[in-house]
């Protein structure tokens, strides 16, 4: 047997688990300080503080603050690509199948409302973080595979009349989520309306899978 075959011994493995259990929760903390305070207001020593470890492990792990928050980026999209990549809705027609990933989408964005939140830090900064990060240029969305397999299907059974290709209605549906959770404060103080209510949550639910297959449905007028 090789070195490079050799099972890690229990001291290795344990310090392994040691190193994940502390870099999750660097990022667990960082995650939340960043949604929190932004990228500007957000401090190492602060993160440092509220974990069990220290500023210079944090540097040893990641490099430094933009490093940081490349990661927790990176692990924020992981976690909706993973949503994405577990739905299932090939045995579904597709109108059932455009609403489930609709569904899918919204209870994501309901439920991790960071996301959001650093999702709109990093619009601010350009998307800068995202642009140099090449795990998320490689990550992609799985979403677009699915949404392309519904449409085609829509469109092959004469159920979708709609000429829209999988970004757009990726887009489409993205903004109606994030938006109920990003402007809920603004749009709450504007309309005296919260838009998280959980008395109104299946309304928006249902809303926003009826506003898809009608924008999918539509006839559409010809010139």
Known sequence: MTSAEEPARPGERERV??????????LDVATREFARAGYDGARVDEIAART????????????????????????AYGVIREAEQELDVDHLDPVAAIRRLAEVTFDHHEQHPDFIRLV???NI???QHIAASGKL???????????????????????????????DLHAMISAFCFFRVSNRHTFGALFGRDLVDADRRERYRTMLGDMVIAYLTAERATD
């Open 137 to 167: 240029g490689r990550m992609g969305s799985p979403a677009l595979d699915v949404i392309r397999r519904i449409l085609s299907a829509g469109q092959n059974s004469g159920l979708f009349t709609a000429d829209v290709d999988a970004v």
């Open 17 to 26: 688990r040691d190193a994940a259990r502390t870099r999750a929760e660097i």
């Open 125 to 127: 900064h350009d998307a």
């Open 120 to 122: 709109s830090i990093e």
């Open 52 to 75: 069990r470890t220290t500023k210079r492990m944090i540097y040893y792990y990641f490099g430094g603050k933009e490093q940081l928050f490349t990661a927790v980026l990176e692990r």
